[in-house]
C-alpha cells in the first residue's frame, strides 16, 4: 500500500477507496474523511490538481459539490507553478497582495476588514480572533480569481463555503433511498428534499453502464426542464464517470 499510496497515476478508483478505507481505521485522517469512498474522491480531485493522495486530504474537501482548499495551500500551487505574490500591506484592518501570474500578467488584490464586515464575516469567531489572517486568505483567494490563474477556477477557501473561515468542512450523512431515477409507487420523487443528495446515492447505487446510461438521460433531462443548472449537473456527470470507470475496472 505504501508504495502505491506514493504514485498518484497508479491507482485506479477501487484501489484509493480500499487504501481509504484501511487509513480510515487509523484514525489519523481528517474528521470529515469517514469512508474510502470519501478518501477516493478528494484524492482523485487532488490528482486532477496534481496532488499525490495524501496531500489532497490535508488540503482539500467537496462541500456541496464544490471543491475547497485552503488558502495558503492554493498560493503554494501558483507559486510553485511559477506565479509570484508578495504582500505590500498586512495588518489587523488591510492585506494587499501583488500578484504576478506565471504569463506575466500582474494584479494586486486588497481586502480590507471593511469588505468583512459588508460580508458579515467581521462578526465570525476567527474574524474576531485571528483578523490578519482570515484578511490574508481573503486577499489569496480573490486575487488568484482576479489574476485569472486557472487552478483558482471553481476552487474555493472552506470559509467561502460554510461562511466559517477556518472551519472545518463536513460532508453531510447519505440518507437511504431507492436506487433508481424514476418514481415509484410511494417512493419519494428525485425532485423531493435534497435532489442532489438523492441523485448522487442514485448513481452509487447503480451496477451497469446500462444504469449509468438511463441515469445521464435523467441529468439532460433535469437541465432541458430547468429544473437543474448547468453546475448542479456537472457534478452528477462527474460522478458518473468515475462509476463508470469503477463498474468498466470490474468487468
Not at 224 to 235: I, L, P, T
Request: hydrophobic share 40%; aromatic share 6%.
Amino acid at each position: 500500500m505504501t508504495t502505491a499510496m506514493t504514485t498518484r497515476d497508479s491507482m485506479s478508483m477501487n484501489e484509493l477507496a480500499a487504501a481509504g478505507g484501511e487509513l480510515t481505521k487509523t484514525g489519523l485522517l481528517p474528521d470529515h474523511i469517514k469512508t474510502g469512498w470519501q478518501f477516493a474522491a478528494i484524492a482523485m480531485t487532488g490528482r486532477e490538481m496534481g496532488m499525490e493522495p495524501m496531500r489532497a486530504i490535508r488540503s482539500l474537501t467537496i462541500v456541496k459539490g464544490k471543491v475547497t482548499e485552503y488558502a495558503d495551500s492554493q498560493l503554494a500551487r501558483f507559486k510553485a507553478q511559477g506565479g509570484r505574490s508578495e504582500f505590500v500591506q498586512l495588518t489587523d484592518e488591510v492585506a494587499e497582495l501583488r500578484l504576478t501570474h506565471p504569463n506575466g500578467d500582474k494584479h494586486i488584490e486588497t481586502f480590507t476588514m471593511a469588505d468583512a464586515r459588508v460580508a458579515g464575516w467581521d462578526q465570525q469567531p476567527n474574524f474576531k480572533k485571528f483578523p490578519k489572517a482570515m484578511l490574508r486568505s481573503r486577499a489569496i483567494t480573490a486575487g488568484l480569481k482576479s489574476v485569472g490563474w486557472e487552478g483558482a477556477i471553481g476552487t474555493y477557501d472552506p470559509g467561502e463555503i460554510n461562511g466559517d473561515i477556518n472551519a472545518e468542512p463536513v460532508i453531510e450523512e447519505s440518507v437511504e433511498v431507492r436506487p433508481k431515477f424514476q418514481s415509484e409507487p410511494g417512493a419519494r420523487t428525485l425532485g423531493e428534499a435534497d435532489p442532489l443528495a438523492q441523485a448522487r446515492l442514485a448513481v452509487d447505487k447503480c451496477k451497469t453502464i446500462d444504469q449509468l446510461d438511463t441515469a445521464r438521460r435523467r441529468v439532460t433531462t433535469k437541465i432541458e426542464s430547468g429544473e437543474w443548472s448547468d453546475e448542479q449537473a456537472e457534478v452528477i456527470k462527474q460522478l458518473i464517470m468515475i462509476k463508470a470507470e469503477i463498474i468498466q475496472g470490474g468487468e
